[in-house]
């Protein structure tokens, strides 16, 4: 009788839900969160967060389609460089190349160091230090 109630009883809990690998994947391609993950294939936000942790295909799907997104990402940024988009240009070099912006700061500081020393010379020479800066301005 034991095995009749058993065998008769309701697994529990509500069925595990099934999600395309391909739409999860396809999400991932364009840097999808989590969030938009659950939004997208109607779940709980705890649900994809589980999935990730727990389930080997759907956190391989996620994986593969954020590094092909990052892949085709990059591609374009390459083609829009190479044909001649210098505010690509110039990202690019800075991400690869360690290129960097001069601070404002660093520029100020060495005028202000370059009047202090001029300033305390003779004052004849600090006119004509001052010509010589007017000059080169112009």
């Known amino acids: 009788m ?4 058993e065998q008769a009883k309701h697994p529990g809990g509500r069925p595990r839900l099934t999600f395309d690998l391909r739409l ?3 999400l991932g391609k364009i840097q999808s969160t989590h969030a938009e993950l659950a939004a997208v294939l109607d779940c709980h936000l705890e649900t994809v967060r589980d999935r990730l ?3 080997p295909e759907f956190s391989a799907a996620y994986q593969k389609g954020l590094e092909n997104g990052k892949s ?3 591609r374009i940024q390459w083609k829009s460089a190479l044909s001649g988009n210098t505010t690509m240009q110039i990202w690019l070099g ?3 190349l360690g290129q960097q912006d001069r601070k404002l700061t660093e520029v100020l ?3 202000v160091e370059e009047w202090r020393q001029q300033l305390q010379q003779a004052p004849e020479e600090v ?3 001052l010509s010589q800066l007017a000059a080169s301005n112009s």
């Open 2 to 5: 034991a095995e009749q109630l």
């Open 24 to 26: 999860v994947e396809d």
């Open 53 to 55: 942790k727990n389930d």
């Open 72 to 74: 085709s990402l990059r």
């Open 94 to 96: 800075k991400q690869y």
């Open 109 to 111: 500081t060495h005028t």
């Open 127 to 129: 006119v004509q230090w």
